[in-house]
């Protein structure tokens, strides 16, 4: 019979949870995963991984397009939608089957389904776990971190139907190639879907409620990525309301008002990607001192609920919604709980990333939240159009954007959009995190020809001693 008794027991497989886990072993804890689905959570299987792998196919749709700016030339181009899709699926079932080899090899046990807190035994957690209304196990636990994740938000009258209105899920196995199609959403989700579509051929419409697309970005990244996209032929309407939503045999019309005009869209397939929420469902939280805000867990910066014993990580316990961030929680989280000195979360310091083309990555504040907390700035810029390797690449199109205390020299907040700014973020991170001032920036070396060196001309710029440009 299963083992039933555990010092720690995490509720959801998913990047927060597996690695929660897997720290707890590594720490001498008995650990115990309850997954209802697939292990991976949403970001392996249904998210993060297989996106970048039809992200990577819509590039190379892109280049094979352009090879004449390489001196190369090629015939009938073409794909197939199937392959495309296939590749990407079983890209997170590779990952999948890896995070299940983990967990075995860490000696951790899983268990198949729903779990439920259940109550108090002594100084222990009851937690339920069922599959299809049928109990499976009884289970106990000093600590219980709550990792179920979030799921799309719905929006009135445009609730996906699998076939005309997809969410992510379908969006991400799409039976035909729409020759146009309508996101409704800027954010990183909706952005990458955009930019995955048009890149393969289809006309897209982005339509965002917000002034402008990408709004968590700082506004002038925010602005130069819009303008790349719009000459890439990407129709964009921001500051926009969404009317009447009407399905004909095989298409989908929608009234859209933006700029003072309203009009009628007439698309393939609509993606509704407006945000996300907290699977705060079934998990017995009644009559527990949890709160829940806007379908979102509330913890403190080590992970805890107002309930003792009780944690939570992830898209669960709120923005920023990124599979790192959930990592990162459930690191900390479990080093707290097993006594360890450890620093709290600092949120500011998760660096977000967008994997459209072109590529956008942050860290820290945007200038207007850096003004509105009262710093004195000095903001550097330099564009990929100076960089050599950029140029080289065939990528000029970009810029790196710094934010630093005049005062005292801290690295407040990094910006960036052009190809592969998401493996560059990382540098300005762990500058962050050292506390490092504009100094230390300075005085790095960084190599030539790298992208990378945009960073160093971008800090260079703050202080009046750009080099290239």
């Known amino acids: 019979m299963a083992d039933t008794e555990f010092d720690l027991i995490v509720v959801g497989g998913g990047p927060g949870g597996y690695v929660a886990a897997i720290r707890a072993a590594q720490l001498g804890m008995k650990a115990a995963v309850v997954e ?50 296939a590749r990407s699926r079983a890209v997170a079932k590779q990952l999948a089957s890896g995070v299940g080899h983990l967990l075995k090899k860490n000696k951790i046990a ?32 000093k600590h219980v971190i709550l990792a179920t994740g979030a799921r799309a938000r719905l929006l009135d009258g445009l609730e996906p139907d699998g076939r005309l209105i997809w969410a992510y899920r379908e969006a991400m196995v799409p039976d035909v190639m729409p020759a146009r199609l309508l996101v409704v959403g800027s954010g990183a989700i909706g952005i990458e879907f955009a930019s995955f579509y048009r890149n393969m051929g289809a006309e897209v419409t982005v339509v965002e409620v917000a002034p402008g697309i990408l709004p968590v970005e700082d506004a002038e990244i925010a602005a130069f990525a819009r303008r790349a996209f719009e000459r890439q032929g990407m129709r964009i309407l921001t500051g926009a309301r969404l009317g009447e939503v009407r399905k004909d045999a095989d298409s989908v019309t929608v009234t859209v008002e933006a700029d003072g005009k309203s009009e009628q869209i007439t698309v393939d397939r609509a993606i509704s990607a407006v945000g996300i929420v907290g699977n705060v469902e079934g998990l017995g939280l009644e009559g527990t001192k949890v709160e829940v805000e806007r379908t979102h867990v509330r913890i403190d910066p080590f992970c805890r609920t107002g309930e003792p014993g009780v944690y939570a990580i992830g898209d669960l316990a709120g923005a920023p919604w990124l ?72 990528e000029p199109e970009g810029m790196v954007k710094t934010v630093f205390d005049a005062g005292t020299g801290e690295l407040l907040g990094a910006h960036m959009v052009g190809a592969e700014v998401t493996e560059m973020i990382q540098g300005y991170v762990i500058a962050r995190t050292l506390e490092t001032t504009e100094q230390e920036l300075i005085n790095s070396v960084f190599p030539h020809p790298t992208v990378s060196e945009t960073m160093h001309e971008a800090v260079l710029d703050a202080y009046d001693r750009v080099i290239h440009y």
Request: glycine share 10%; with cysteine.
């Open 110 to 141: 899983v268990f198949d389904g729903s779990a439920k807190l259940d109550g108090v035994q002594g100084d222990l957690r009851r937690v339920a776990v069922a599959k299809d209304d049928k109990p499976v196990a009884s289970l106990t636990a």
């Open 36 to 85: 209802r689905e697939n292990l991976g959570g949403i970001c392996l299987n249904w998210g993060c991984i297989p996106t970048k792998a039809l992200l990577r196919s819509s590039e190379i749709n892109h280049l094979l397009h352009n090879l004449d700016a390489f001196g190369f030339a090629a015939d009938n181009i073409r794909f197939d939608l199937d392959r495309v899709v």
């Open 323 to 394: 599979a790192h961030k959930a990592s990162h929680e459930g690191v900390i989280c479990v080093e707290k709980i097993a006594g360890q000195d450890v620093h709290p979360i600092d949120w500011s310091n998760i660096p977000g990333c967008t994997y459209s083309r072109p590529q956008i990555a942050s860290v820290g504040l945007t200038e207007a939240r850096a003004r509105e907390a009262g710093h004195e700035l000095r903001i550097g810029r330099f564009p990929f159009a100076g960089n050599g390797k950029a140029i080289a690449m065939g």
